[in-house]
Nanobody, 118 residues
Framework: QVQLVESGGALVQPGRTLRLSCAAS????????MAWYRQAPGKSRELVAQ???????NVADFVKGRFTISRDSAKNTIYLQMDNLRPEDTAVYYC????????????WGQGTQVTVSS
């Protein structure tokens, strides 16, 4: 069993920066693929970024150049660096993890709210 706990969400003004953290506990091996999703008001859950055990990263087009995902395997923690935040980034951000043999993400955090507003 794995638990994922996100932190770092806040209410910020446009143009500001936030760094989200996702700490994993329990059995989470370094081979797991981890990701950040978000769900904005009126929209479906969408993939923001993912990273595998080798550090290969993918980010969604709508955050390219602004968001960066990173991983500290020794700490079982992933991060989402969010620069130049925009109002449209307002959403609940979720951390997720899956084993390489899984087709879907097996574990989810509780989410952390990011609100970008003047």
């Amino acid at each position: 069993q794995v638990q994922l706990v996100e932190s770092g969400g806040a209410l910020v003004q446009p143009g500001r920066t936030l760094r989200l953290s996702c700490a994993a506990s329990g059995t989470l091996f370094s081979s797991h693929v981890m990701a950040w999703y978000r769900q904005a008001p009126g929209k479906s859950r969408e993939l923001v970024a993912q990273i595998n055990s080798h550090g290969v990263r993918n980010v969604a087009d709508f955050v390219k150049g602004r968001f960066t995902i990173s991983r500290d395997s020794a700490k079982n923690t992933i991060y989402l660096q969010m620069d130049n935040l925009r109002p449209e980034d307002t959403a609940v951000y979720y951390c997720a993890a899956r084993s390489p043999s899984s087709t879907a993400y097996d574990y989810w955090g509780q989410g952390t709210q990011v609100t970008v507003s003047s």
